[in-house]
């Protein structure tokens, strides 16, 4: 099969690689759509140490079931799935134990540790393989893995309520998505960002979020202030890694409220965090998803409550590797799909 990897010195290429056998507990899944994700870029310029290379990079996926091993029964050939991350969970840490496998010690992720998505086919553990509802297209599930991210911040992390107003900070993939799924679970939300990031501030209006705002040309705090009756945002959720962005989330939630921490910093700022005392805030981070978001996830887009087909910016063969990631670091393009329809 080909796949796309990096290579024992960190290169991008596109090889041929042997299909795994269908062990016990395993699922052979023939891959139709999978995303190229910014972490895929991050591993490309800057690797990590979560890499065991060479590897196959991706995990956002979508396929179809083509063979299973004799004892796993919940599958069968011709069953539309995605798949989870979690190739390797010790299921006895205390993290397995409570149900927040984003937190196992001994976690192992496809894309990074072990074989991903970018190939035509894929050996998994059962075990972190989910049915893809009927009304949910293949492109569609190859997107839910980063919108299960944004449900994680904003539900299990954030504890957003309908009604709740709730200000994202940064237009790309990541405030997208948690603004997407804030918006769902009720939210009235409001997206900012800075002149540079026009072409994403339109692209969120097409979303139809509901509040896109311009940092550099139109007040955000007078319009956090006229829909909150003074008090502020109930949630900002700090999506840009930057000082100014969470310096911002700060000053704009209403006291007793949550600032949630999506971006990864980048490199290492200062910030005046007495706002969290004097106004005992709660700042937590977000990191990954777990099962429930999921789980959440598959629902609103089978209700119709997350539309994401607009995220897709493009579908391409994998002999275009160098293109897709290329677009995807300069930020020409917001999500590329590997189409391996052929």
Request: one cysteine or more.
């Amino acid at each position: 099969m080909k796949g796309v990897c990096l290579t024992e010195n960190g290169a991008l290429a596109l090889r041929e690689f042997p299909v795994p056998p269908v062990t016990e507990g395993m699922v052979k899944i023939r891959t139709r759509f999978a995303g190229v994700c910014s972490t895929d870029v991050g591993y490309w310029k800057n690797g990590s140490e979560k890499l065991r290379l060479p590897v196959i990079l991706g995990h956002e996926m979508s396929g179809v079931i083509e063979e299973t091993a004799p004892d796993v029964t919940e599958f069968q050939a011709g069953d539309r799935v995605i798949v989870t991350n979690d190739y390797h969970l010790c299921g006895k840490c205390r993290f397995c134990r409570r149900g927040q496998i984003n937190m196992c010690v001994e976690r192992r992720s496809i894309g990074s540790a072990e074989n991903g998505a970018m190939a035509e086919f894929m050996v998994v553990p059962a075990r972190m393989v989910l049915h893809l509802p009927d009304a949910v297209s293949f492109e569609e599930g190859a997107l839910a893995e980063v919108i299960a991210c944004g449900v994680h911040a904003m539900e299990q992390m954030a504890h957003a309520q309908p009604g709740q107003v709730v200000l994202v900070m940064g237009p790309g993939i990541m405030g997208i998505t948690a603004a997407m799924a804030a918006q769902a679970m009720g939210c009235t939300v409001v997206l900012a960002g800075l002149s540079r990031d026009a072409g994403r501030l339109d692209f969120a209006r097409q979303l139809r979020i509901p509040y896109v705002v311009d940092t550099e040309k139109e007040d955000l705090p007078a319009l956090l202030h006229k829909l909150t009756d003074g008090y502020g945002a109930d949630i900002a959720a700090e999506c840009t890694g930057s000082y100014g962005g969470l310096e911002t989330c700060f000053r704009l939630t209403a006291k007793c409220g949550t600032v949630v921490q999506i971006a990864i910093p980048h490199g290492r700022y200062e910030t005046d965090v007495s706002p969290v005392i004097k106004k005992e805030l709660r700042y937590v981070g977000s990191y990954a998803k777990t099962m429930p978001d999921w789980m959440t996830t598959l629902r609103l887009m089978e209700e119709g409550k997350l539309d994401c087909r607009l995220l897709i910016s493009e579908k391409l063969p994998l002999e275009r590797y160098e293109e897709a990631f290329t677009q995807t670091a300069e930020a020409k393009a917001f999500k590329i799909l590997f189409d391996l329809n052929e």
